[in-house]
Nanobody, 121 residues
Framework: QVQLVESGGGLVQPGGSPRLSCAAS????????MAWYRETPGDQRERVAS???????????DYTESVKGRFSIYRDDSKSTVYLYMNSLKPEDTGVYFC???????????WGQGTQVTVSS
């Protein structure tokens, strides 16, 4: 069965630079675009970054406006893992971060447990 296991979150000071990881299993990872989502209290889950499959050159990435220039998404198909490098964190980046594959423009699989990122001094 599909498993998505996010890690790397925690309490981070403003301006910090954590790296989130998402280890995927149970599907052909290299064949799917992947994305990171953020859920904040009272808000819907928002897609913050996505990355296409390695077969495309360059690998397509996309970011929501609020994180452009600060977050970077990467994938390692040999490890079935997608990463989110976060820089210059702001308190409004606080939330639970999830990953998922994208199929037909939507999240493909049941959600994992996510990883909480709290930006606070």
């Amino acid at each position: 069965q599909v498993q998505l296991v996010e890690s790397g979150g925690g309490l981070v000071q403003p301006g910090g630079s954590p790296r989130l990881s998402c280890a995927a299993s149970g599907f052909t990872f290299r064949g799917d675009a992947m994305a990171w989502y953020r859920e904040t209290p009272g808000d819907q889950r928002e897609r913050v970054a996505s990355i296409g499959t390695i077969g495309h050159s360059p690998t397509d990435t996309d970011y929501t406006e609020s994180v452009k220039g600060r977050f970077s998404i990467y994938r390692d198909d040999s490890k079935s893992t997608v990463y989110l490098y976060m820089n210059s964190l702001k308190p409004e980046d606080t939330g639970v971060y999830f990953c998922n594959a994208i199929r037909s423009g939507n999240s493909a699989f049941p959600w994992g447990q996510g990883t909480q990122v709290t930006v606070s001094s």
